[in-house]
């Protein structure tokens, strides 16, 4: 079983920068890849960004150029740094695990608001 505890949310202005953090714990061993999804109310959450274990990411194509995600895999943990941010990047964001197997694993979320 592995824990995420996500952290860096908060409120920012528009153009502003934020990082998140979602640190492992538990059964690392079978987790490959990591990443985050985001979330507003009454939508669909939706993939931001994920790394695997051997560091190959992808993106959400609507986001590259501002957020870039990387992992360090000596602390178990996956950052993701938020640049240019928007308004309408306010949502919570989720951070998951998913192991060898494809289960994944959520994070409680962190809140990011971006305000105008």
């Known amino acids: 079983q592995v824990q995420l505890v996500e952290s860096g949310g908060g409120l920012v202005q528009a153009g502003g920068s934020l990082r998140l953090s979602c640190a492992a714990s538990g059964t690392i061993f079978s987790t490959d890849t990591m990443g985050w999804y985001r979330q507003v109310p009454g939508s669909q959450r939706e993939l931001v960004a994920s790394?695997?274990?051997?560091?190959?990411?992808d993106y959400a194509d609507s986001l590259k150029g501002r957020f870039t995600i990387s992992r360090d895999n000596t602390k178990n943990t996956v950052y993701l740094q938020m640049n240019s941010l928007k308004p309408e990047d306010t949502a919570v964001y989720y951070c998951f695990a998913r192991n060898v197997f494809g289960v994944p694993t959520w994070g409680q979320g962190t809140q990011v608001t971006v305000s105008s």
């Open positions: 790394i695997t274990s051997g560091g190959s990411t």
